[in-house]
Nanobody
């Protein structure tokens, strides 16, 4: 079972940038597509972004396109989410997730514990 640990969350102002990291414990990290989800208070968890096993393909939800960028470093077993031009509506707990493929990235097999991102106006 893959263990995922997120870091990098915090309190920022609107317009600021933040980079989230997710470290995986498993040496088979490169065999998983990786993704980020978020859950705002009172809302369902939603897909944010995903990246294929080798990082050649990515997918984003419309609301973050052009502002967020997902990347991975398979040598470090880590996936990143660079978030720019943050908005108050980006406030949520952000979860890292591992999937068998990019096609199944919206229904992950493994989840991290989450990291809080709060954007003040």
């Amino acid at each position: 079972q893959v263990q995922l640990v997120e870091s990098g969350g915090g309190l920022v102002q609107a317009g600021d940038s933040l980079r989230l990291s997710c470290a995986a414990s498993d040496r088979t990290f490169s065999t998983y597509a990786m993704g980020w989800f978020r859950q705002a208070p009172g809302k369902e968890r939603e897909f944010v972004a995903a990246i294929s096993r080798l990082g050649r393909s990515t997918d984003y939800t419309d609301s973050v396109k052009g502002r967020f960028s997902i990347s991975r470093d398979n040598a470090k077993n880590t996936v990143y989410l660079q978030m720019n031009s943050l908005k108050p509506e980006d406030t949520a707990v952000y979860y890292c997730a591992a999937s068998r493929s990019l096609a199944s990235s919206k229904t992950p097999a493994y989840w991290g514990q989450g990291t809080q991102v709060t954007v003040s106006s």
